[in-house]
């Protein structure tokens, strides 16, 4: 594996997602800048996540059909550019194309950057796309509370300061091109897209599903815990976000360890047996408290989002033709439906409360596992680690 390259590629997602962690930290500000309803305020995240999510299948088609390569260091520059340039928007209708515009460079990354980490990972395919992930899961965790520290000492014009890192990471990518290009390279061979086969396409759509599941459930845990704790427990709304950071970061800091084992043990076995032990560690989440809710959280959210980087690396497995697309499906559209799945979780939230959307969150990686026993992954990859 060359763990340079995967190094400098995480740290530009880093840069890069740290712009949609930002985003909903930012919101308060903005709502009270423009004077803006709570409705209009959230088209912000809406068109956030459309821009960002939703199309990278797309350019993930695209990023197999050419080379890409040249997004890496100007994507994470554009969707700084963006965020960085929201602070400084003058009226409400020139934020929402600053917003799109960092969308766009969220998803222009993705594929190409992902597509990069599975090359640079040499036999250790797992490992190295999960390092690749981390990057871009610490950014969403680490965004918020970068962006608040700098628009409090500075106002709104602090957004300016998301650039930095972007810049830095672009700087280091180029710097290492260029000392790439003058070392000697035996030209790549040349892509293949042979017609997907019945079997791969059937195995994959399962995959996605599976990933669906997994997305909703993290999404929902972190929604659903601040309203569980703060209007069925009546607890503090301070230890709430506490709690919602420790599972996050938990998960960031799992997606990074999960790869060497999924390389050592099997992808698949990693992911099935993963997806089991959340199911009753999540159901301690209604009868732990205090610094022992703070530890299952913790380990729950390691082990539950522990398999991203090892789903991305299967997806990549089943459609070897179409790597940069498979990669644009595993993260796009899996995380982009989980904004849907909170959506039938509000539906069940609204009619029979927050404890029971709560309770059918912790049951659907169950969901994920039985449909991942029908997931066939061919033996040689899963008995090699690649």
């Known amino acids: 594996m060359d763990i340079?390259?995967?190094?400098?590629?995480?740290?530009?997602?880093?840069?890069?997602?740290?712009?949609?962690?930002?985003?909903?930290?930012?919101?308060?500000?903005?709502?009270?800048?423009?004077?803006?309803?709570?409705?209009?305020?959230?088209?912000?995240?809406?068109?956030?996540?459309?821009?960002?999510?939703?199309?990278?299948?797309l350019f993930g088609y695209i990023a197999d059909r050419t080379s890409l390569r040249w997004l890496l260091p100007?994507?994470?520059?554009?969707?700084?550019?963006?965020?960085?340039?929201?602070?400084?928007a003058?009226?409400?209708?020139?934020?929402?194309?600053?917003?799109?515009?960092?969308?766009?460079?969220?998803?222009l990354f993705h594929p190409e950057a992902f597509k990069g980490a599975y090359s640079h990972a040499g036999q250790k395919k797992a490992t190295g796309v999960s390092l690749f992930a981390f990057g871009g899961s610490m950014g969403i965790a680490v965004g918020p509370l970068y962006a608040l520290t700098a628009v409090s000492h500075t106002g709104l014009k602090g957004t300016l300061a998301?650039?930095?890192p972007a810049a830095f990471g672009s700087l280091s990518?180029?710097?290492?091109?260029?000392?790439?290009?003058?070392?000697?390279?035996?030209?790549?061979?040349?892509?293949?897209?042979?017609?997907?086969t019945r079997t791969q396409k059937v195995a994959f759509v399962l995959l996605v599903l599976l990933a669906m599941f997994r997305a909703w459930t993290q999404f929902g845990i972190a929604s659903y815990i601040p309203f569980y704790w703060i209007e069925h427990l009546r607890g503090s709304p301070v230890v709430a976000g506490k709690l919602v950071s420790t599972f996050l970061v938990s998960g960031a800091v799992g997606t990074l360890l999960g790869g060497p084992v999924a390389d050592r043990v099997?992808?698949?076995?990693?992911?099935?047996?993963?997806?089991?032990?959340?199911?009753?560690?999540?159901?301690?989440?209604?009868?732990?408290?205090?610094?022992?809710?703070?530890?299952?959280l913790s380990v729950a959210g390691a082990i539950l989002i522990s398999s991203f980087g090892t789903t991305t690396v299967m997806g990549q497995v089943l459609l070897p033709q179409y790597v940069g697309m498979a990669s644009g499906?595993?993260?796009?559209?899996?995380?982009?439906?989980?904004?849907?799945?909170?959506?039938?979780?509000?539906?069940?939230?609204?009619?029979?409360?927050?404890?029971?959307?709560?309770?059918?969150?912790t049951l659907l990686p169950l969901c994920a596992f039985l449909i991942g026993l029908f997931v066939r992954y061919p033996k040689k990859a899963e008995a090699k680690g690649t």
């Open 4 to 57: 340079k390259a995967v190094l400098i590629l995480s740290f530009l997602h880093f840069a890069t997602d740290l712009n949609q962690g930002a985003l909903p930290a930012l919101l308060p500000f903005f709502k009270q800048k423009f004077d803006l309803t709570y409705t209009v305020t959230g088209t912000l995240v809406f068109f956030s996540n459309l821009f960002s999510s939703v199309v990278q299948p």
């Open 74 to 88: 100007l994507a994470p520059l554009i969707a700084s550019a963006g965020m960085a340039l929201s602070g400084l």
């Open 90 to 107: 003058p009226s409400f209708l020139l934020l929402i194309p600053l917003v799109v515009i960092s969308g766009i460079g969220v998803a």
């Open 162 to 164: 998301l650039l930095l």
């Open 173 to 196: 990518f180029l710097l290492a091109e260029k000392r790439r290009s003058k070392a000697p390279r035996q030209a790549p061979p040349p892509t293949r897209h042979e017609p997907l």
């Open 266 to 296: 099997g992808h698949k076995r990693f992911l099935l047996v993963t997806l089991l032990a959340s199911v009753p560690l999540l159901q301690g989440l209604f009868y732990l408290r205090g610094p022992a809710l703070f530890v299952l």
């Open 329 to 361: 499906i595993m993260v796009g559209l899996t995380i982009s439906t989980g904004g849907l799945g909170l959506t039938l979780l509000g539906a069940i939230a609204d009619r029979w409360g927050v404890p029971v959307a709560l309770r059918v969150t």
